[in-house]
C-alpha cells in the first residue's frame, strides 16, 4: 500500500512539473468571427510587465478551419515596447508574417482535423525588466474579409 501511495504521489508531481513552461510568459489567443476577418479588424494583445530582462522569443499562433480559402496568410504584427524605467516613448516594431498553410500537394501543414493549428515565428527581442508590449494584428489580404480563420494567439518564451 505505501508503496501505491509513493508511486501515484511521484506520478502526480512528474506530471505537473511536466505540464508548466517556465519559459513562457504569455499565451493568448483572440477569436475572430468564422464567417469572416474583416481586413480593418485589428486583434490587440497587451502583455503585463515583464519580471526578468532578458531575451524573449514571439511567435504567432493560427487556427483555420477549411473553409479558408487560400494557400497562405499575410498579416501584419505592429508591436509597442513601453519601457517602464527608461524616459523614452513606446518604440514600435512592425513585422510581416507570411504564414504558408498548404504545401504544393494541398496537405494542411498545420496540425488537427477539423480546426488545424499553426505556430509561425515572429521575432527574438531584447527586453528588460519592466517592459511591457502592446500587440496588434490585422491580415493583409487582397480579399477584405476572409473566411475560416478562427483564433489569432501570441507566445512569448524567455529563452533561457
Not at 519559459?23 to 485589428?42: F, L, M, Q
Request: include cysteine.
Amino acid at each position: 500500500m505505501k508503496k501505491t501511495v509513493y508511486f501515484i504521489v511521484l506520478t502526480a508531481i512528474v506530471h505537473i512539473l511536466s505540464a508548466c513552461s517556465g519559459s513562457t510568459v504569455y499565451d493568448e489567443y483572440a477569436h475572430t468571427p468564422i464567417a469572416g476577418w474583416e481586413k480593418n479588424d485589428t486583434l490587440s494583445f497587451e502583455v503585463s510587465p515583464l519580471l526578468e530582462a532578458g531575451h524573449y522569443r514571439q511567435s504567432l499562433g493560427l487556427r483555420i478551419t477549411g473553409a479558408y480559402p487560400f494557400m497562405g496568410l499575410t498579416l501584419i504584427v505592429e508591436q509597442t515596447v513601453y519601457h517602464r524605467k527608461r524616459k523614452i516613448p513606446g518604440e514600435c516594431k512592425i513585422d510581416t508574417v507570411n504564414c504558408q498553410l498548404i504545401d504544393k500537394n494541398g496537405a494542411s501543414k498545420g496540425q488537427g482535423i477539423s480546426y488545424y493549428q499553426y505556430n509561425f515565428p515572429i521575432n527574438i527581442y531584447q527586453m528588460h525588466q519592466g517592459d511591457s508590449i502592446h500587440v496588434a494584428i490585422r491580415h493583409d489580404m487582397k480579399r477584405e474579409i476572409l473566411p475560416g480563420v478562427s483564433d489569432i494567439g501570441i507566445k512569448i518564451s524567455k529563452i533561457q
